[in-house]
């Protein structure tokens, strides 16, 4: 059975970083592009940015270009978001996706 675990989310100061890790099971990594989305409270869910099959194309949303790097490692199966220089509007929670198939999301949150 696919499944994609999220982690690495928390509570964080404007300015700051994180690092959230898309752990997946059921299927070999490198099989699949993997999308990172966000959903703010009261919006509808968006892309942030994907990463191709064998991480030779990436590309990112325009509100996190240059903040952002997603990375993947098909050893480990899985997939990465660096966030740095994080504001309060990247609060959300944060999603990895496999073709129709989610993760269950983990929370950021921005704030001093």
């Known amino acids: 059975q696919l499944q994609l675990v999220e982690s690495g989310g928390g509570l964080v100061q404007p300015g700051g970083s994180l690092r959230l890790s898309c752990v997946v099971s059921g299927f070999t990594l490198d099989s699949y592009a993997i999308g990172w989305f966000r959903q703010a409270p009261g919006k509808e869910r968006e892309g942030v940015s994907c990463i191709s099959r064998r991480g030779d194309s990436t590309k990112y949303a325009d509100s996190v270009k240059g903040r952002f790097t997603i990375s993947r490692d098909n050893a480990k199966n899985t997939v990465y978001l660096q966030m740095n220089s994080l504001k309060p509007e990247d609060t959300a929670v944060y999603y990895c996706?496999?073709?129709?198939?989610w993760g269950q999301g983990t929370l950021v949150t921005v704030s001093s």
């Open positions: 996706r496999a073709e129709a198939f």
